[in-house]
């Protein structure tokens, strides 16, 4: 619990803030009693009052709020891709506190915990805690690092309580998502300002976090929905064998306003800021003799603001336009680096229908990132700072062949990135709904990974270690200019059945097929002037990979009351160095189980009172030595009053601690532990 | 980058148990309009008994618009109901609601024929009034109303009381 001070003391002055700006606006007025009369005969399922009905005024009918879920409802069986939603109350039964821990409940989705702050996450394969093939974005913004092209875990303060739905798609989603999207996208999308009215307050406490939230919405007009919120938490690092420490801790600040400006315009716009510190400990090569190497205490410090804007205006049912605007400023600071950087990114979507049959979405898009980069002597970029920018196209045509039976999706994204030039991305897709049960699809698709800044301009010196035969070496990751970027051809067959109206089936089957795989080969081993020897490990793309397997996931519902979700993931890693490689890309081969499971119980007894069991089971990560693990967690929510919810769950209960990853930085990882925890949610 | 506003909304995976009262509200819209409307009598002679509310194409109603049916006379004629497949099968209606799963030639072609039967043409469709229909059924902040083109029923010999104008989101007039 070092030097934490910062997080630490602003954290609980944003409850003031928020608590002092709640007087503003005021909450919309509570519906009086003939509409609510009103509405009860709208809302029955077979109104007897057919004399309310028929003497119903027109105006009262117009005022009515009506609800309409069925359009929408439809979409999740109806695209042509492998797609999970997570919701809100997904999250919060399964008490998931952080983005990567809710994502544990996804198919298809490795995650696997390495300590209290940092995570591997990814999708299909290829995981590590440089994992690099997913488009991360949080309301449009993409989260992911240039730096590595993977996604700084730790410092994605999203509070949970704020999000709707976290949308994930399995597979490139390169036409219409762009850069990154090879293995997988994550879309996490937060609640509106109107969605969000009044206030909330939850604090949670367990043997290993403290944590609070708390909004408040209101409206300015009728048109006009504002939201403050802001998050604080400080979470214990598991304990480990060398009593390392992994203390988290963060807080952050939001506002959000949505504007109906008339029948056609919306308006949002959007700032959040987050500050926080996270403790790690790791090996650090330094020019200092005899030992060089040296055991680093440090404590990371992040921060970051954006503010975003988008405006959609609607021409017709048929045709709208999307212009979205967001500057993101991000700060990173570790013993061995500090990372400041700064994204402005443009992007235009227009989406019209030319004929019946077709749907044309296009767009443009324009990034540009300028990074500001002080390393150390073990670590450095070159050139320290760069600017660059990604220039994006895309257009997909939805082609309805046969009406509510077949249709036909394709497109393209072309791109174009300072590392590698111009990038064509394609695919093509099918989907055909064979009956009212049953849906197939089917994708052929190819995408790209665009070289990160560390595949291109990295140097990173390891510590000294014995390479073999009393040889003691370090070695000196290089990035290399002439890097290309990781091509992947994917092939994937989908096929989601509600053979009644409880169960619901989704298969997805995927084989894809990599080229230019990252990989290193040695360079001529040279002498740093400190004097110990240093074989350079220079990054290039000879690897190739495939990937294969499958997710089944069932949704059953035998009792109004009772849940049961199911879901299996299979994956096969098959990587082939090509030339004289060293063996740092087959790594991949081990680090992903090759079986997960995640079974859900949902039981909803009484409206006050609910519980939740969530088992997890993953294979065993052979390359890393790791073992399979059993995973149960169990919850209980009780609703006492209308505004008042309170709830305790226990993660992890029939395991005192268990691996879930290799190595970190020359340090062994900690272990995963039993924790318990309880909350209180307050409505105001 | 697909904008987040625009990613595909794929809602959840299985129904919610929120009732849908959309359809149940835009029905009783039809019901309630014939109060206010005025047919040619070469659609609805003085002897006629019936308004006949008509549904063509996709319908997106279901049970809601059987509803209708149970409710009382309007001006002393029953209100009964009849689901029409095709655009060319439409006839002796008084209102006819194209559902969204009629394309833009049969789209014309009905409210082209609807003009010279004296039928009051309503759809979902924002741009449908501008296209010379009747009545436009939009959900503004999660309530219904409705934009309407006066002058397309008056071609049709359609009188629309000022009733029911004066509570239009907007009057379009035809060509506009």
Known sequence: MRNKTRAALIGPLWVLVLLLGSGFGT????????????????????????????????????????????????????????????????????????????????????????????WAVSIRGFNDFYASKLLVLIDGRSVYTPLFSGVFWNQQIVPVESIERIEVIRGP????????????????????????????????????????????GFALGEDMHVKLHGSWFDRHGFETAADDEHDWTSFQGGARLDWAIDVDDELTLQ????????????????????????????????????????????????????????????????????DRRDTWDLDFQHRFKPADSHEI???????????????????????????????????????????????????????????????????IRLLWNIDEQNTIWAAASRAVETPSR????????????DLGGGFIASGEVQGDPDVVATGMLAFELGWRSQPFAN????????????????????????????????????????????TYGLELTTDWRPLDELRLTASWSLLQVQVHPVGIGSNVSEGAESVSPHHRLVVRALWNPRDDLDFSGTIYWTDNLQGAGIPSYFRLDLQVRWRPLDELEVGAGVRNLLD?????????????????????????DYRF | MCLAGAAPDYGRTLPSSTSDSEYRVKALFLYKMAHWI??????????????????????????????????????????????????GQVKDCQIIFLSDSIGEADRTTLIESARKKGIVTVSERKGFCAQGGMFSLIIVKNKLTFTANPSAAKKADIKVSSQLLKLAHRIVKEGE
Do not use: C
């Open chain 1, 27 to 118: 909450p919309l007025p509570a519906q009086n009693g003939p509409e609510e009369e009103i509405d009860e005969i709208i809302r029955s399922d077979d109104p007897e009052d057919l004399e309310s009905l028929s003497d119903l005024s027109l105006e009262d009918l117009l005022n009515i709020e009506v609800t309409s879920v069925s359009r929408k409802r439809q979409k999740a069986s109806q695209a042509a891709a492998a797609i999970h939603v997570l919701t809100q109350e997904d999250i919060q039964r399964a008490g998931a506190r952080s983005l990567p821990e809710a994502l544990r409940l996804v198919p298809g989705v490795e995650v696997a915990q390495i300590n209290r702050h940092r």
């Open chain 2, 38 to 87: 005025e047919w040619p009598k070469s659609n609805l002679p003085e002897s006629a008994k019936e308004i006949v509310i008509g549904v063509v194409g996709k319908d997106p109603f279901g049970k809601e618009l059987d509803l209708i049916e149970k409710l009382k006379p309007i001006k002393k004629r029953k209100v009964t109901t009849r689901r029409f497949e095709s655009v």
């Open chain 1, 173 to 216: 989603g390169g036409t219409l998502w762009g850069a990154n999207a090879v293995n997988g996208v994550i879309n996490v999308i937060t609640k509106s300002a109107k969605e969000s009215q009044g206030g909330q307050f939850r604090a949670v406490a367990g043997d290993s976090e403290l944590e609070s939230y708390l909004r408040y």
């Open chain 1, 454 to 465: 560390a595949s291109h301009d990295l140097r990173l010196r390891l510590p000294l270690r």
């Open chain 1, 271 to 338: 700032v959040d800021a987050f500050d926080g510190e996270a403790e790690q400990e790791f090996s650090l090569i330094a020019p200092t003799p005899p030992t060089f190497n040296r055991l680093i205490d440090d404590v990371i410090n992040f921060s970051g603001v954006n503010a975003m804007a988008r405006w959609r205006h609607e021409f017709d049912e048929d045709q709208d336009i999307i212009l979205q605007v967001y500057f993101d400023h991000t700060r990173r600071n570790e013993e061995a680096f500090e």
């Open chain 1, 656 to 680: 005192d601690r268990h691996p879930e990853f290799g190595d970190l930085l020359n340090r062994t990882p900690a272990e995963v532990q039993r924790t318990i925890y309880f909350w209180l």
């Open chain 1, 503 to 546: 169960l619901s089936l989704d298969l997805a089957l995927f084989y894809n097929d990599y080229e230019h795989v990252l990989n290193r080969h040695n360079g001529v081993p040279f002498f740093d002037p400190a004097g110990y020897p240093v074989v350079p490990l220079i990054n290039d793309n000879g690897a190739k990979a495939e």
């Open chain 1, 361 to 427: 979405v296009w767009g443009v898009g324009y990034r540009f990132i300028s990074d500001d980069f002080r390393g150390s002597y073990a670590l450095g970029f070159d050139p320290d700072d760069r600017n660059y920018q990604i220039f994006s196209f895309f257009v997909q045509d939805e082609w309805t062949l046969i009406e509510d039976e077949l249709r036909l999706i394709f497109g393209t994204k072309i791109e174009h990135n300072d590392f590698s030039g111009f990038e064509f991305q394609p695919n």
